[in-house]
């Protein structure tokens, strides 16, 4: 069993994710990881905290000789801004955030609320996704977050295989598939920022190269992608989830949703067993398993709850009109938001996917890979 | 711990849902249950299925002299259609359902999947779901799903209270809240089926009466908005959810998105605690917990997979092109996931209002309500 | 992930196991369910209730021709001696039952409390044992547990295998291994019924073929020995559960404790993978993952709570000194305790082989099973 | 819901606990933390590593101004003696450890498995269940773990109450309840380092002030004994575990075992409510609940596995015939243990706690502890 919890604040010492069931024999490539978390910092419309941070991950636990001993492996990145044993209280509910519900819920402060729920912890999520990922890449499974629409404007993206779209994304200062379009879309933006206001967008995640049957249909509570929406919804600031086409799918009658199976021999070797689909609406999954066919996910991320125009508030001990408490923050975060989505998304499927091949070791995951696409040929 | 699971198959001898830690005291009422059995069997584009099952539940554990026990209650339908000894293995997997990823994860016969992930289990998830309503009917939090989309048809709902709005969808034969737009509505279901096609639609719940503070912000897998997109996605045929202004909320910038904290005094005594927002965007959770407003949920479902036009596809023992399997089924079954999901996303709001009340005896949970919202008050 | 939970009342209308995550593939034979069911109703000083009541399992889920279909197993226990709806409320709660913890924390009548935490639900935890028992045996994995010690009287086992000390086991009406200590041991129970007193005694249990890797050191709540513990000391009346030598083994100096390690390349072919250990002291299980010997447990069942002579009590309303409640009960039923630690115990390693192995087919895990036992050989 | 998992290797960085769901606004008292870390480190017969270890808690998150968040709490202990990266694999498994078990498992090195399964991970064990222990201080709920029995040899425990019984420990060198004892027991415990041997004991832990209701009858996995159970047989070297009179329950007639029922108004402001018991052989849980007395647990460590004497083993590269590695380590870690069993049962004790009385506000947690024990003084 592959899972994962995060502790950490905001401004506190340090953020940690301990995973446990990571499978022994992994060499773990703290770069991939290093890299998820820049790119977490980056992306146009950052603020300050962005430049003082510059997130590494140390690997405190289940590592021998880098490689991975089956123990748990605890992912710690470090805030430099650690100042919350200096920081006041709150007054001033932020709407958006859980300083309200929080404050209430738990008889107590804002500053206790706000310290944890704050999209700072996605950075340990982030690790963790990049550490699952790593089992993933052991079988090529491949996979990309990226922004389809940012503010209301929607990007065209280029085609391209995985390997071409990171690179695409690596061009793009908003994190699309398509560079050429930064500029309109850094220009929204610039307009917010000049507004004293906020963007939010959507996100779309692919993961290429799954095998058949991660999930299954039997009990509601572990079908993957009931899971995956859990993991996504989980993500601060987001408010919709879809896979394959989503709502879309239930705008189009059911000729025009459902995907046509193909059989073709010359790709059984392939993770699909050459059961080809020339449409992939479903998005990967049908009755809550892999079909062969690559995952896709999307998610629409709100704007970020801090406005430096601030909203309508009030003062908590009072209960008078105010306005909402600020503190630093940036005025678009999607891009970020792609980075989370995508290692959200990779460790459930990594869950999944220990979970049919088990995780005790690499060596015998692989051997068993390798017998169930033979078995599974011959079915 | 309130928890559920199902058991049963299409046409198996019976359904069954175990509901685990429901408190003890409280009068049951099966015939709510049962109105919602019949609702979700009902609704304009049903199939011959429907005119053979009359669902009732039993509740075969859990309740002495009609009042819970503190034990697992289970909740029974039995299946009228009972013939699985006599039904035999399809060919032809059915695309859009588990038959071609089940027979290959399970290296079986696709007979065994499809009679698990049908949408005939969904009928103990209401049950579930209804008697979970029983608790929160206990503090006047009250639950509505309905129709708001069919076939990329927008639904204009009527104004009302949750009360009204029940009135409303009774009157609708396809479950919306405006059952002047019936024969519109109706007209698309039967063309759909005069061409041997299907249509799906969007679902959305509300829950009003909400107290602050169910779900916490404080670990990813206990927030509830992550909660409950797992029970909607992992629903049959759901590809999207959404909280709140959901996808919306990203097109929007932030200005337009929070909802403003105002304060009056004279509503302290609600659930709201006096805490009041003129508009609702976020859908009633912030950070993954409820905020004294209704809650609102959204859900895609694709149109039905079964379709009288076959799509392509293959003999899965020959490898041979051949259109789908045909197994009876419906035109539109969106009136009947409008109940699905209502009750899925009670049940999860069930288990956070245990989590934060407890689940010993009911007489306990409303005195610990009570207390809550005179300590919150006094925050 | 295999997983059960129960539901049902000692005197409702039935008792139900839904065993969630059984692997696809297996032919189900209901006669050794209901020989573990009958067993369990058996043994020399049982009362009145077991011949109103003749077991036997009803699979309502889970099965299509007999044979598991990866969905949910349903195990129904139908109770002839249904009559909840005619009982009435005790009023002075038995010492050593959950009467009074029971009353007090639901705030609510004894007879709740009384009808669920009686033993007659371990009924369907043999039943899910028993099931989980035939995953085990497709793998030559065989179990057994009898009773080693009765009211204070300790019984001397004829040396055999499992196979040889099942037929003992039949033989003997306290389910010893020695029929021989039969009527000695008869004699006690007689006595103290005579007395209107009970009697107690201590179960042992071994499971034989298991493989190396069950279980695993590296999350405590992933050990086999706490899973096991727990599972064996969630039974009614179990007040002690050892593993091995158990509390022999803190009186031991160390060099008389630990197995020592020998190699028989003879014997590499078989579980223990040639991995033999002359003595097996530590029970089959060390740092929590089993090490090739047989799995040993043994657990100490109290006296039944309720006596013939009954004990100082208590009427709950008035709060006025009186004897306890007494309702209808055995003398003796350690013998079918034996039954029951047999088929706990089992479901726990089943869980666990299933968690090395996977639990979609039966057909893939016998695969992997042998492709374990390769690379393990080479290692 | 309270939960706790660690991360961390014997010889490697740092061992963590992370616990998630402790309550908001407790003052956390480290150096009681830090006590229970001596404590642990301590105890007649220990090694050289506890020499160079002084073990001390750091919070690393969750905390605020020292007063907790409601946030994961993280709990580090830094291992002085971290030279993981420099150790050599072992060659020759030690009969007892889990050297064998998870080489073969994990297709492996002995090395990744020794450092993860070495019992210098209870450190963080005990440091959870010190921190959990401040939430029962709340309520006047004592904790203490002794020595009962050490190498064979009974200890005479002198009488008083928790408070007096933890002045004794202190006063003993092995953390017994008699400190007259001492000489004999500390000379059998250098008589085994004569040897080359090692001893291994029997602890018990007594928890006072409980209130009533902790645990549930209604579902196995949620009975708190058998949860209990699993805490104490997943530590290191455990081989028994008994509650109340655990083992000798099985050998009493049951009118020698079940507590009488008493009722006295004067205590009816306690936490037994005037529910008072005689005896406590049930050890303070009467079907998976506690009874308002208090709670007895023991358990059986075995001898350290680790012997200067080497047992017989083998070289696992070349299957030949061999003694077994030695890495340094203690005569006896008896002491220790106690204190370590002391903090696992206090955790599993607030996991029920707050089951019980919700985790969100140390506030909430108060008042409602009060309503409870007033409606239950009604009822």
Known sequence: MLRYWTAGESH????????????????????????????????YGRGGRQKIETDKVELLTGVWKNVSMGSPVTLQVINRDY???????????????????????????????????????TAVRVAAGALAKQILAEFQIECI?????LGGHQIHRQAG?????????????????????????????????????????????????LPFGLGTHAQWDRKLD????????????????????????????????????????DK????????????????GLEAGMTNGQSLVVRAAKKPIS??????????LDTKQADTASYERSDVCAVSAAAIIIENVVAFEVAVAFCEKF???SISEMKARYDLFQQMAQQR
């Open 12 to 43: 506190g010492k340090t953020l940690l994710a301990v995973v446990d069931g990571f499978p022994a024999g992994i060499e773990i490539d703290t770069d991939s990881i290093d890299y998820d978390l820049r790119m977490r910092q980056g992306g």
């Open 83 to 121: 100042k919350l044993e200096k920081l006041k209280e709150l007054e001033r509910p932020r709407p958006g955030h859980g300083d309200l519900t929080g404050a209430v819920k738990f008889l107590g402060s804002i500053r206790n609320v706000l310290e944890r729920s704050s999209a700072r912890e």
């Open 145 to 149: 977050g990226f922004v389809d629409e």
């Open 161 to 209: 295989d995985i390997q071409q779209w990171r690179t695409l994304r690596e061009q793009s200062e908003v994190y699309s598939l398509n560079p050429e379009q930064d500029p309109e879309i850094k220009q929204l933006i610039d307009q917010a920022e000049e507004q004293g206001d906020t963007l939010g967008g959507i996100l779309e995640v692919h993961i290429s190269g």
């Open 226 to 265: 009931g899971r995956i929406a859990q993991a996504v919804m989980a993500v601060q600031a987001i408010k919709g989830v879809e896979i394959g086409l989503g709502f879309e799918a239930a705008r189009r009658p059911g000729s025009q949703v459902h995907d046509p199976i193909t059989y073709d021999a």
């Open 268 to 283: 059984k070797d392939t993770p699909s067993l050459g059961f080809e689909r020339p449409t992939n609406n479903a998005g």
């Open 306 to 315: 801090t406005l430096r125009q601030p909203l309508e508030s009030i003062n």
């Open 358 to 360: 088990g995780n005790d």
